[in-house]
Each structure stands twice: as C-alpha cells, then as structure tokens.
C-alpha cells in the first residue's frame, strides 16, 4: 500500500518540470522513529515505510520509487 503511495505521487512531481531532486524522510526502517511507543501499530507489527527494510534490503516503496523515477518524464535531462 505504500509503495502505491511513493510510485502515484513521485509520477506526478516528476511530471512538473522544475522538479530536481525526491527526498525520504529516512532510507531504512531500522532508525525510523515511527516504531517508537507513541506511533506504534495497532496490531503491533513494525512501521515499514521507507524505501529499505531494517536490513537494508530494497522494500517495495524503492521499487515504486525506481519504478517512478524511470518514466518517460522521470528520465529528462
């Protein structure tokens, strides 16, 4: 589901011609404060919202982001 959420919206901003640069708040999920006590899941299971894995393995939001990076419009000089 997130990875839906980097690739839609990643395709749009490079779509808009003076975008430079795509920023994550984070690359692994092994720092990210959002597994702290006050952001935890519900269901108890570890926030995996940046494009690595806490093992620094490529998590599906890289591939979305990869993915939206190399459209036609992502691809310009």
Known sequence: AIANIYRDYVTMMVAESNMDAVLTWGITDRYTW???PRTERPDGKPQRCL??????????AFFALRDALDTPSGRRK
């Open 51 to 60: 494009p690595f894995f806490a093992d620094y393995t490529p998590a599906p």
């Open 34 to 36: 959002l597994n702290g």
